[in-house]
């Protein structure tokens, strides 16, 4: 039977790559599935639609009668737009999103058939859903977990082949109150920093109430033609490939970067496109990225919250339109070695009420300080948690990606920017302890006038630092295309707020002091650049210089997820989680452990696959060819020649049948090293062991198959090559 490599290589040429048919305008779909904006109004009551308005602002809590009437709003928009069912959509601990679907269809005990949705069923539902990770937080005998409604994230339409769904966007607690997902955490680091930071812009801005922090999300992916992806189970399974031998032209022509978008490809992102307009995430940017066959889309940045639910909400739907296109999707970060794997980079930042972005250089010397204490605060947030910012990043695909191929290091650092550098150490400098008024006035005006050169197209743009400042915003480049922006974005705002909490207090403690205000503040400001000066680097962060300064300087640079999770469960981290909110000690010991778990799941995983491909694809394919070498050297033996006219074969011969015995016997020892692993019963050290004692078994594995791959008959060789991932489609 021909290898399923073949046939997909044959369907290639068939494969049909004409534009969907869709809708000039994008504003004519824009938002259109989405309870939100002009349709709330439309739909809801006065009273109800001020009362929802309210709740979403200050996250008061909904009345009874508002919840009924709001539901009752919601559902006939949704059965005018032919929705037949409804779910609480959530994010659980597994990086996906769930939905468990009931019908607005109820039987009265009379017999009648109706149609409802009640105030109860938009706000609280109990799914069970007890075999989601709960890391200890759930025994299954009372496996109760709740979804609870969110209502600043807005209701949505998912339409999939015949059906639509009411989408509610909820969180997920367990029945004692701990959450048991991504979204509970970050409403409450986003509760912490508002309140933080309105007290801080308060110094500045008396008419400033509320600060939302906001997140502009860059989604890297590589396409892969369907059939060939099905050809090869590692891509199945793993969603990386775990063998491969590099293709003779990679990325270094650098002509793939940019370049114009293949058809095919084009087809599937229009279609994804459209699909996100109506549910009102606001795409923007489409292009090629720089591997082969690797490109990326972003959108408007939005307010966190929302940002994340739709980011949750676009993996979902490219892996779902990529089939309509006999396309499949790869979101994992590193799915081919030697290449450039992908990124989620998140652009955050901080909006105050009164439209002002506190992280843009101000027009006047008294904006400017706003924005020079936000500035600086990050960057001291940064210094200060480094560990717990590696932590939210870990995770056993982006292990292959830090530091490999054009992906920031494991090394948390900060990239200011040239002119940002200087105005730093313009203060450090010149506040001192005599430091008065004159000298606080004259800084300002020194430094806005350093400031308003600093330009968004001025700003130098370092690519390989894992946060960069990028003229307004923070870049967060070191999450991993496959993550929950969640992650990055519970931990980052909760820093913040931490430590613009604690800025404050230095400030009053010193203005009680007698101090002026804006001495307090720059005084303050020269210390935290002092303290976290370290944490600074506006060089090659890719380089081997680095690693040896950042060791230097006593920066982390922790390689793997077991280790770098470790920061999760410090004193340390539960003062500042419990101090502000966001987690209690048990929830914190929860996520460690599910996360633990994760580790080893996948790892395990792929080293089954592993041992599945070698034993019964790998190996075969070329103790086949080795065959056919042995009956040509002993057909040429038998005919009278000499050693010397089989002497290419036989060095053949000899290879191959080394790598076979290497990958044979490599294969039989992880496995009994697995069954060593498997037997520990500490999360922990298990996932130490997977890192540490199993994993390096898939390097070697790898090297003799991807030597075997190179010296066997290419028509005997069962898995879609790079070359063929990578260039066909
Ligand atoms: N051009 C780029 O920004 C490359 C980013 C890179 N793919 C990453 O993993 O982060």
Request: with cysteine; hydrophobic share 40%.
């Amino acid at each position: 039977m021909q290898s399923l490599r073949f046939t997909a290589l044959e369907g290639l040429a068939g494969v049909d790559t004409t534009l969907p048919e869709h809708n000039g305008k994008i504003t004519e779909v824009f938002g259109s599935n989405v309870f939100a904006g002009r349709i709330v109004r439309e739909y809801l009551s006065d009273e109800a639609y001020k009362s929802l308005m309210n709740s979403i602002k200050n996250g008061t809590k909904l009345e009874r009668k508002m919840a009924e009437q709001i539901a009752s709003g919601m559902k006939a928009w949704a059965m005018k737009k032919g929705v037949t069912h409804y779910t609480h959509w959530f994010q659980p601990l597994t990086g996906t999103t769930a939905e468990k679907h009931d019908s607005f269809f109820t039987l009265k005990g009379d017999g009648t058939a109706l149609e409802t949705f009640d105030g109860d069923a938009l706000v609280q539902q109990e799914p069970d859903a007890s075999s989601f990770p709960n890391g200890g937080l759930r025994a299954t005998f009372e496996a109760r977990g709740y979804t609870a409604w969110d209502p600043s994230s807005p209701a949505f339409i998912l339409e999939q082949g015949y059906g639509k769904t009411l989408c509610i966007p909820t969180i997920f607690v367990s029945y004692t109150g701990e959450s048991l997902d991504y979204k509970a955490p970050l409403l409450k680091a986003l509760v912490a920093i508002d309140k933080a930071a309105v007290d801080v812009c308060n110094y500045f801005d008396k008419n400033i109430t509320k600060v939302t922090p906001t997140l502009g999300w860059e989604q890297e992916y590589f396409l892969v033609d369907e059939n060939l992806a099905n050809a090869r189970p590692d891509l199945l399974m793993t969603g990386r490939t775990v063998v491969g031998h590099a293709p003779s032209k990679g990325q270094q022509l650098e002509d793939h970067y940019f370049g114009s978008i293949p058809e095919r490809i084009y087809a599937y992102m229009r279609d994804f496109e459209e699909e996100s307009y109506k549910l009102g995430i606001p795409l923007r940017t489409r292009h090629n990225e720089v591997a082969p066959s690797q490109f990326e889309c972003a959108p408007i940045f939005e307010e966190v919250n929302i940002a994340v639910d739709h980011n949750s909400l676009l993996m979902d739907i490219m892996n779902k339109v990529a089939k309509r296109h006999k396309l499949k999707v790869l979101l994992h970060e590193k799915p081919f070695a030697g290449i450039n794997g992908s990124g989620k980079h998140n652009n955050w930042s901080m909006a105050t009420d009164t439209g002002v972005n506190l992280l843009a250089p101000g027009k006047t010397p008294k904006t400017n300080l706003m924005f020079l204490t936000f500035f600086v605060n990050t960057i001291k947030a940064v210094h200060d948690y480094a560990d717990l910012l590696r932590a939210a990043i870990a995770s056993a695909s982006n292990d292959f990606r830090l530091g490999a191929n054009e992906a920031p290091p494991a090394i948390i650092s900060v990239f200011s920017g040239k002119y940002l550098y200087e105005v730093l150490q313009e203060v450090k400098s010149r506040v001192s302890n005599k430091f008065d008024e004159q000298d606080e006035a004259i800084l300002k005006l020194d430094l806005h006038r350093h400031i308003p050169e600093l330009m968004l197209d001025n700003t130098d743009r370092n690519r390989t630092s894992p946060f960069a400042f990028t003229g307004n915003k923070f870049e967060f480049r070191a999450v991993g295309s496959t993550a929950n922006c969640a992650s990055a974005m519970t931990v980052l705002n909760t820093i913040v707020a931490k430590t613009l909490t604690d800025f404050k207090v230095e400030v009053d403690g010193l203005i009680e002091k007698g101090e002026k205000k804006e001495i307090a503040i720059m005084q303050t400001l020269r210390k935290y650049i002092v303290d976290s000066e370290k944490i600074l680097f506006e060089g090659d962060g890719y380089s081997d210089e680095w690693e040896k300064e950042a060791e230097k300087r006593g920066l982390q640079n922790i390689k793997t997820t077991p280790k770098a999770l470790d920061a999760m469960v410090t004193p340390k981290a539960a003062q500042l989680y419990t101090e502000t909110g966001v987690y209690t000690e048990k929830e914190l010991h929860a996520r460690h452990e599910i996360l633990l778990e994760d580790y080893v799941k996948k790892v395990q995983i792929e080293a089954r696959v592993i041992g599945d491909l070698a034993t019964n694809t790998i190996l075969p394919s070329a103790i086949s060819y080795l065959n056919e070498l042995i009956s040509n050297i002993r057909g040429l033996k038998e005919i009278g020649l000499g050693d010397a006219s089989y002497k290419a074969q036989t060095q053949i011969a000899a290879k191959i049948s080394e790598h076979i015995n290497v990958i044979s016997e490599n294969v039989q020892a992880m496995i009994e090293q697995r069954k060593v692993t498997n037997k520990l019963t500490d999360s922990r050290q298990k996932a130490i062991d997977y890192c540490e004692k199993i994993k390096p078994y898939f390097d070697v594995i790898r090297y003799h198959s991807d030597k075997l791959e190179f010296l066997v008959d290419d028509k005997k060789w069962a898995l879609p090559k790079y070359r063929e991932l990578l260039f066909l489609r």
